[in-house]
T-cell receptor, first 117, second 116 residues
């Protein structure tokens, strides 16, 4: 089945120690998203990729970076995790409205739950 | 500005009861899409339904049904004969079309507890 995969499902890191979360997809979607979701809150968009074009949300801290080496993979790098970065990180994909002509559904992966000690 | 309000923070029902989750939205767009997602304790956001602003027909899928009313800017979700497996957080979302992607505005979610 076509899907969005995130690894690892659970990640523990130390305060200030860089960490990388990964996402892969078999849907061949050209848009990929990273969301941060804290406990009892709605998902918050950090950034998205349209193909290889990176787009940051205005309020995303510089501590968060991303890489998309190819259509299938996308990485979230947290350069110096703080206690406030402990959260669920969700990756999602969709078709873009330019080429598809539609507002496509975003399909989410299972998420990576990040703990910062 | 786009905004989605889910006024019910948490609802508890007993199995087999019907339950309705409310969603009210604000948008200045004439064309827009609304979504419902389910988030079980495992964390994955599971897509349930997408509805565009031109289609006000109600939709039924098994025990799930959705009532879209543009006049009241609402897109409510009803679960009939609820089951314990329906326990989850449910998010309503509104999309805004930007140039090369669709930005989602999520409501704050409604946590549904279905007790046996």
């Amino acid at each position: 089945d076509a899907m969005v995969i995130q690894n690892p499902r659970y990640q523990v890191t130390q305060f200030g120690k860089p960490v990388t979360l990964s996402c892969s997809q078999t849907l061949n979607h050209n848009v990929m998203y990273w969301y941060q979701q804290k406990s009892s809150q709605a998902p918050k968009l950090l950034f998205h990729y349209y193909d290889k074009d990176f787009n940051n949300e205005a309020d995303t801290p510089d501590n968060f970076q991303s890489r998309r080496p190819n259509t299938s993979f996308c990485f979230l790098d947290i350069r110096s995790p703080g206690l406030g970065d402990a959260a669920m990180y969700l990756c999602a994909t969709s078709l873009d409205p330019v080429t598809s002509g539609i507002t496509d559904t975003q399909y989410f992966g299972p998420g990576t739950r990040l703990t910062v000690l | 500005a786009q905004k989605v309000t889910q006024a019910q923070t948490e609802i508890s029902v007993v199995e087999k009861e019907d339950v309705t989750l409310d969603c009210v939205y604000e948008t200045r767009d004439t064309t827009y899409y609304l979504f419902w997602y389910k988030q079980p304790p495992s964390g994955e956001l599971v897509f349930l339904i997408r509805r565009n602003s031109f289609d006000e027909q109600n939709e039924i899928s098994g025990r799930y049904s959705w009532n879209f009313q543009k006049s009241t800017s609402s897109f409510n979700f009803t679960i009939t004969a609820s089951q314990v497996v329906d326990s989850a957080v449910y998010f309503c979302a509104l999309s805004e079309r930007l140039y090369n992607f669709n930005k989602f505005y999520f409501g704050s979610g409604t946590k549904l507890n279905v007790k046996p």
